[in-house]
């Protein structure tokens, strides 16, 4: 049902899309340059109230400022049957002066083939829009909108509605300074809200707050204290735990470094498995390497959480440090196993998974001795008895002769695309490393998108 609701807001966004196409690709005037396009013919009856609505509030296109949905006009499959039933259009009144909720949701009912007659309006405070989003959150099958109105830097109002063709009716209304996950940790079919909060007064009371559809409404049911220190939530994403139960991973900016909290449902209430009584931290998941955070390493369906340990470097004054990192899933007991060791080289973007046995014999080190040729390295070395001897380099290749470069004599492709070759060298007889050219291809993977947004 969620994609059949993306699917349709998408058509709204495509609609306007080919319409701003459809009027060519000449020179236009600076007015026109800054026109918002407008929705496709086949919605002009629906563009025409949008404008006389406009006109009667004295209103533009507001800003939606993140997130999948930032469509000013955005069509709806609330029920997911496949029909667009209503359009919810975003606006912010610019002539009312002192006006405490100067932003409007109209939302438009489908009446006809091109009909759509204005059903209700929802009205917010602040300057903008910080996201919108759907979701069953009572579980009878319909979506229900969530809007987070900007109230000013750092400050939001959460707000969730149910939808209905002639009205609407608010499920709640929480101020929060941080940000929210939207998930079902209880298992039920519906969709909770957990809530993340930063305790301004400065006695560490930080917070995640759980709110479930209760007698009509979103409340909070029970809440959990977040490790000490935060200064920021930088991500909170939804998984499993090892055995199989759900969680929210949150990973927190601290002074020095970052720590992910692990949350789950315990007997019905929120709990932070891994927040240490004495200190109020997760201390296992404390690490000062950030440049990747909790994924799911092994694809088995849990989040791993890394932990990083610095290599040793054969010129610790000149080099930057190095690290492999362990990979450690998270029961509800806050218990950990390693699943996985890898090597990241997130500047050059690409991991490698580490075979058993090259932890404290492996060190690494780069090489950009050619990067002004479009050729970049990593140096892996056998340590042993104090003497670092190379054994596998995987390098980069960027530049205009990167395929002769790859094809070097002792070099072997391990991914290419239009723009990049990654290749390697090993060298078999300085260590016996248990891999080969093959299973180096097996182990070795790009870092994608997910790496970067932490």
Known sequence: MLK????SLLLGLLSGLLALAASGCGFQSVDNLYALPALAEEYAGLQSNIDATMRELGAEYAVINYGSN???????????DGTQEAAAVFLRVTNAAGDEKPLRVCVFR???????????????????INSVTYEDLTGDGSMEMLVSWQMGAGVHTLAAYALNLTDSNELMSVVYNESYIVTDLDRDGDREIVIFQQDGSGAGNDRAEYYDFRDGSMVMTTSAFLSQGMRDVVSAKASLLTGGKPGVYATLELADGQVTDVLTLNDGALVNVTRETDGGVSRSTYREYTEVGPADIDGDGVLEIPDPEPLPSPDPENESPQYLIRWRQYDSRGRSTIRQVTYHCTVDGWYLTLPDGWEGQVTAARDDSLSGRGERAVVFSHLAGGEYRPFLTVYRLTGSNRQARADLNGRFTLYSDSSTIYCAALDPSVWYSGVSEETLKGQFSIITAEWSAQ
Request: aromatic share 6%.
């Open 70 to 80: 930032t469509s000013t006009i955005q069509l709806l499959d609330l029920d997911g």
């Open 110 to 128: 489908r009446t006809g083939e091109d009909d759509y007659r204005q059903v209700y309006t929802l009205e917010g405070e602040g300057a903008s």
């Open 4 to 7: 059949k609701m993306a699917r």
